[in-house]
């Protein structure tokens, strides 16, 4: 990045004409909104100038369906063995023999995996951990969703591992060849995580058919990306006191990479695992939908119903899950390495040896007691009447409060908003963007800037383009205004912090489905709810990278600021925020990313945008148009990202940190 | 020597141990035993549906198996190549363009109607129609009092009627202005969020029209009408000339008609019996709602209600398979 950013203009003249440059863009644009009739092949799009991309896309999908589909349904039979085998251990039960002569092994008992996860807790993080990881599964039998859990939990386990390796090989391939990690894994990467799934689902389904097979790639199509990244970002971070070090122990260069460099990288790649299972975790409602059944399948038949309280407790469900994953994954990772034992393999092993044990004595009493493979009812309990009642409190007592502020904000705010992006001029934006790009990044930015915004011009999908925009920029809006505060408190204080990390993983984890369908019987459909819902969504980095970034200002700053006699107010900012920023503009960046992801739910919820266009193709299976309207969401979230990104490092420049 | 015997015994052991379990055992003569894949969708009736079906072929010895899907989509991807055999509901009121694309690529089979027969129309509740006495004829909308008396702030003085997801055929914005009902459509994105916005008008005795189908689990729980349009021909559709407005189409109802379940063209060759059945298979509209409500309302499980109706009607299933 730093020789785009030298070619930018530094000087002073270079400074104003910069401005110069952006100032006569927006009047431009100004111009052309105000009179759109004066030159409107400019303000408009022209029908005649679309480029059927649609169909271009939709000839190669046939293509690839006619000539390939031997490859990936040899690919997808492969991966269906271990998948399988995951399921009938967990769920499903392994079934031998058809007809009246079939009988079944019976799946691992609740009993042994609940005490599997409370020792596997205590082993590696003690007496917190065990309660958190056994009390959590329990938490899934008593609520009895035990069975669909462990359909996710099995998708989960086969996937994440999957995820992990490919993760460190494509991260560990860029950090050796930076240029290719320039120009080929970060765009793909890119491109992998702001594409919404259900764009390209159909292409999906006609290739690896429907099937859990399926949902694991699309899930790992979606989870690995971080763990790429980060892989990449700790392996750059290595001190090159760490890499001498290495080279004059007379390492080879494997055992430099597995000895030194990613130990060394550690907490980095610890990063990545966490997002790679939170990510992993968010995909359960789509991966339901082609196949994979599961929690997110009990979710959505929960609302069809308007079971709001089921649905909750499944959701609920996929958080105890994500947080009992992540902690346990966070305490084997923090685990350091025993010395070498040479002892035989069961003692060695007494651990595994144990839990094995313990799993197949539970399941072979849950021949005779069936209460160990299933629980009675009458022995579980639910939630589900008192959600269900406490919305409907609410919907009858202050259904009239809520519904006069949405109005008010409705007619006032949103609306207005709404006409005004619907009416950007095409080419003024463009022009816009592009003068931005420039001022910021240089020529090369700008160029990449101006290709993207005249690609979602070209598909003619402009206008819906213009109103996601409008609805994300709104919700990245609210959702920073709100995040970075609370993110500020937190920061301040650990008793706040510890209260808000739990409530941010669970928004983060739990499908927005579960609380969208409860906002809409409060704020009916419409952009409200879709707001209320992609603020709930994206406002977690918003929270988390302000926190982080306040906390990580280095204590020399901070007694420097206090030896020089700043005041409180002072030294949070001229001291704290300034050194801060570039982190909290991170996390405005992975807010806009998140909104953009939540469009798809949105179209959920009435919306008409990119997300809606998605759902169209989505039902005739028209794989052309789904992936062309992925794809203009997909640029619009590149372009806002490499603009902050450029203004991020411009930043870090002029402070002298980059 | 002595160590080479052991294992090989061992192994010997081991197959004749293994070899019945895994040996196709003669008691099920089916076709094949590759399992039969029917499709789950997000709504109760079907998946009952699926699970009764399912539970005959199984008690005819047949393997099942029952994947999750998408509606609409499904028709055109997982059952043109087999991922999905049977899928037991597909709605002339919503997927009619989708099955006609369906049949269009010759890799599935309409395989004759489920039984009961899809309606679906503006919907309102009964409180309603003291503010509106004209109902249920639809006339009685176009009176602005009548059209006011459903707005909200946002769409007044005009009614605000709550349709489906834009991906349903549903056509209200044509039906609004051909007939000239001084309404706004409002499209909510999932049915779920449909009937989020019913129950929540419901219990505040608000005033709500909405899109409302059956065999569903709201006409069963929540009093109402639906509202009388000039009853739909496919010409209202295709022809402007036709019905009250003369320049233009959709001045009717909606479409009502029938209930379809859809195979793969694979099937009839690789598992003719259970092709026999599932073209047999047929479910009275009554029983439907019955059992669909026992489920929804009284909280049985679809597994559970599924059974008991196999049990009760194995006679009908038996000759099924004759």
């Known amino acids: ?23 006569a863009a927006i009047a431009a644009t100004a111009i052309l909104f105000l009179v759109p009739d004066i030159l409107s092949p400019f303000a408009k799009y022209p029908d005649a100038l679309v480029i059927p991309f649609n169909e271009w896309v939709g000839a190669v999908m046939a293509w690839l369906k006619t000539n390939f589909s031997w490859l990936t349904r040899w690919l997808a039979g492969l991966v269906e063995v271990p998948l399988r085998f995951a399921f009938n251990l967990l769920a499903k ?7 009246e002569a079939a009988w079944t092994l019976p799946r691992l008992s609740w009993l042994g995996v609940v005490l599997v996860m409370a020792w596997l807790g205590y082993i590696f993080g003690g007496l917190r951990l065990a309660l958190l990881c056994g009390l959590g599964f329990l938490s899934l039998v008593l609520f009895d969703v035990w069975n669909n859990s462990m359909l996710t939990l099995a998708l989960i386990i086969i996937c994440v591992p999957f995820c992990i390796v490919t993760g460190l090989a494509f991260g560990i391939w860029g950090h050796f060849s930076p240029r290719v990690n320039r120009w080929l894994i970060t765009p793909a990467l890119d491109l992998m995580q702001t594409m919404p799934t259900f764009a390209y689902l159909i292409p999906m389904l006609l290739l690896f058919g429907a099937s859990p097979v399926s949902a694991l790639l699309a899930t790992g199509f979606f989870a690995t990306p971080p763990m790429v990244r980060a892989t990449v970002l700790g392996l750059n971070k290595v001190p090159q006191e760490i890499k001498d070090f290495a080279d004059m122990a007379g390492c080879t260069k494997s055992q430099k990479l597995w000895r030194v460099l990613l130990p060394a990288a550690k907490p980095s790649l610890l990063i990545g695992v966490n997002q790679v299972i939170m990510l992993a975790l968010n995909m359960v409602i789509i991966s339901s939908m082609i196949g994979a059944g599961g929690l997110g399948y009990d979710v959505l038949l929960a609302l069809r119903a308007l079971k709001i309280g089921q649905a909750m407790e499944a959701g609920l469900a996929i958080v105890i899950i994500a ?46 007691f069936p209460a160990l493979h299933t629980l009675p009812d009458s022995l579980t309990f639910t939630t589900a009447p008192y959600w269900k009642a406490g919305v409907d409190w609410i919907t009858i007592n202050y259904f009239d409060a809520i519904e006069a502020g949405r109005v008010f904000v409705l007619l006032n705010f949103l609306n207005p908003l709404r006409a005004g992006f619907e009416a950007l001029p095409w080419f003024g934006v463009l022009l816009v963007l592009t003068a931005l790009g420039w001022r910021l990044g240089g020529w090369g930015l700008a160029l990449v800037i101006a290709l993207l915004t005249a690609f979602c011009a070209a598909t003619g999908l402009w206008v819906p383009a213009m109103q996601t925009l409008y609805l994300c920029g709104v919700a990245a809006l609210v959702a920073s205004a709100l995040g970075i505060p609370i993110g500020l408190w937190c920061s301040r204080s650990d008793r706040v912090s510890a209260i808000v990390t739990p409530i941010i993983d669970t928004l983060q984890t739990i499908p927005s489905f579960c609380f969208i369908i409860p906002v809409v019987m409060l704020f009916r459909v419409g952009d409200v709810t879709a707001l209320i819902a992609t603020v709930a969504f994206s406002i977690v980095p918003a929270v988390r990278y302000t926190n982080h970034g306040i906390r990580q200002v280095p204590h020399e700053l901070l007694e420097a600021g206090i030896v020089s006699g700043c005041t409180r107010w002072q030294l949070f900012r001229r001291v704290q925020l300034p050194v801060a920023m570039p982190e909290i503009m991170l996390g405005i960046n992975q807010t806009i990313l998140l909104s953009l992801a939540m469009i798809i739910i949105c179209a959920m919820v009435g919306t008409r945008d990119l997300g809606q266009e998605v759902f169209k193709a989505l039902s005739k299976a028209d794989a052309g148009r789904g992936i062309v309207a992925g794809l203009v969401i997909a640029f619009i979230g590149i372009i806002a990202d490499r603009l902050i990104t450029a203004w991020v490092q411009r930043m870090r420049q002029r402070r002298g940190m980059a | 020597m002595s160590f080479k015997r052991t294992w090989k015994s061992a192994l010997f052991a081991a197959v004749a141990v293994a070899a019945p379990l895994l040996a196709p055992s003669p008691a099920s003569a089916v076709e094949s035993n590759d399992p039969i ?4 969708f997000d709504w109760t009736s079907v998946n009952l549906n699926s699970r009764i079906l399912g539970g005959i072929l199984e008690n005819l010895g047949y393997t099942v198996e029952y994947p999750t899907g998408d509606y609409l989509s499904s028709l055109t991807t997982s059952l043109t190549n087999g991922d999905i055999t049977l899928g037991l509901e597909y709605w002339d009121t919503t997927a009619g363009e989708a099955m006609k694309a369906s049949e269009a690529t010759g890799q599935t089979e309409r395989l004759g109607t489920l039984g009961p027969k899809a309606k679906e129309e503006w919907w309102y509740p009964l409180y309603m129609k003291e503010k509106c006495p004209g109902l249920p004829n639809w006339e009685a909308l176009k009176d602005p009092k009548c059209a006011e008396a459903f707005a909200t702030a946002e769409t007044t003085p005009k009614g605000r009627y709550v349709g489906g997801p834009v991906t349903w055929e549903g056509f209200d914005d044509e039906r609004v202005e051909a007939l000239g009902l001084p309404f706004t459509v409002i499209h909510a994105g999932t049915d779920a969020a449909m009937f989020a916005e019913l129950d929540s008008a419901y219990q505040r005795k608000a005033p709500v029209m909405v899109w409302v189908y059956s065999p569903h689990w709201a006409p069963a729980k929540y009093e109402g009408e639906w509202v009388e349009f000039p009853e739909y021909t496919p010409e209202c559709y295709t022809d402007p000339k036709w019905g009250s407005n003369p320049d233009k189409a959709y001045d009717c109802g909606k479409p009502f008609g029938d209930i379809w379940k859809f195979g793969w063209a694979g099937m009839k060759d690789k598992w003719p019996v259970a092709y026999k059945v599932a073209k047999a298979y047929q479910i009275d509209t009554n029983e439907l709602n019955a059992m669909s409500g026992q489920i929804d309302l009284d909280g049985k499980s679809i597994e559970e209600v599924a059974a008991a109706w196999i049990a009760a009607n194995e006679a009908k299933w038996k000759a099924w398979a004759q």
Do not use: C, Y
């Open chain 1, 323 to 368: 947080v009992v994953l992540d902690r346990l994954s966070q305490a084997i990772a923090q685990k350091r390495p025993e010395a070498a034992d040479t002892r035989a393999f069961w003692a060695r092993h007494t651990n595994v040896a144990l839990a094995i044990a313990v799993l197949l004595l539970t399941t072979a009493l849950s021949l005779v």
């Open chain 2, 37 to 40: 894949k029917i499709v789950l």
């Open chain 1, 1 to 23: 990045m730093s020789d785009i950013a030298h070619s930018a203009p530094s000087t002073l003249n270079g400074r104003w004409l910069g401005h110069g440059v952006v100032a």
């Open chain 1, 93 to 99: 039960g392994f079934k031998f023999g058809t007809g």
